[in-house]
């Protein structure tokens, strides 16, 4: 199985600040990442596609970036509705689809 | 618009089969090119992809569950299902029900992403 790994697992931040998780693959998977947020208590929802095509409706603040192993989820200013857990997951040729182990964003 | 509601017991015992169903309305589940998934998250942790079936049936499952586990569809009712038997402890998670679908196409392959999730249902294995 195709193993995905985010760094940091958790990080504060403030409101307006620049955010940067990463997410790395083995093997490579080309670009077949997507990027998911998910709040307490509710179901994840999908932000980015093809590492870098933001999905309808989702902000422009968010952005996506790499190819291969080496990803990254950029939240340019961070907003107050911002403060979730972000996911990684792989969609490489064929199941089994597999997700990093998630990054909290934390108020500080 | 599609949307995605997952039932079933929220307490099963050790070794038995967990069973749930999920129910798809603003859409159907015979729609080519969708694949139709369970996904879950043990309280605390991360998510698991489970598995999914497709239009025709055919199903895919993770390595970790497969032996375990069976999806199914019911296209009269418009609801595929998750059985998931000699369950533990260690299967306590709530359980989500996702669409995935194309999104987009590139040099021979299509990019896959679970674009609407049920709300999640929770399930306890305790006895």
């Known amino acids: 199985d195709i193993q995905m790994t985010q760094s940091p697992s958790s990080l504060s931040a403030s409101v307006g600040d620049r955010v940067t998780i990463t997410c790395r693959a083995s093997?490579?998977?080309?670009?077949?990442l997507n990027w998911y947020q998910q709040k307490p208590g509710k179901a994840p929802k999908l932000l980015i596609f093809?590492?870098?095509t933001l999905h309808s409706g989702v902000p422009s603040r968010f952005s996506g970036s790499g190819s291969g192993t080496d990803f990254t989820l950029t939240i340019s200013s961070l907003q107050p509705e911002d403060f979730a857990t972000y996911y990684c997951?792989?969609?490489?040729?064929?199941?089994?689809?597999?997700f990093g182990q998630g990054t909290k964003v934390e108020i500080k | 618009q599609v949307q995605l509601q997952e039932s079933g017991p929220g307490l099963v015992k050790p070794s038995q089969t967990l069973s749930l169903t999920c129910t798809v309305s603003?859409?159907?589940?015979?729609?080519?090119?969708?694949?139709w998934s369970w996904i879950r998250q043990p309280a605390g942790k991360g998510l698991e992809w489970i598995g999914r079936?497709?239009?025709?049936?055919?199903?895919n499952y993770n390595p970790s569950l497969k032996s375990r586990v069976t999806i199914s569809g019911d296209t009269s009712k418009n609801q595929f299902s998750l059985k998931l038997n000699s369950v533990t402890a260690a299967d306590t998670a709530v359980y989500y029900c996702?669409?995935?679908?194309?999104?987009?196409?590139?040099?021979?392959?299509?990019?896959?992403?679970?674009?609407?999730w049920g709300q999640g249902t929770t399930v306890t294995v305790s006895s």
């Open positions: 996702a669409r995935e679908v194309s999104l987009g196409y590139s040099y021979g392959d299509y990019y896959h992403g679970m674009d609407v």
């Open positions: 603003g859409g159907s589940i015979s729609s080519d090119s969708d694949y």
């Open positions: 079936i497709d239009t025709s049936g055919s199903t």
């Open positions: 093997p490579s998977i080309s670009n077949y």
């Open positions: 093809a590492a870098a």
């Open positions: 997951q792989q969609s490489y040729a064929t199941p089994p689809w597999t």
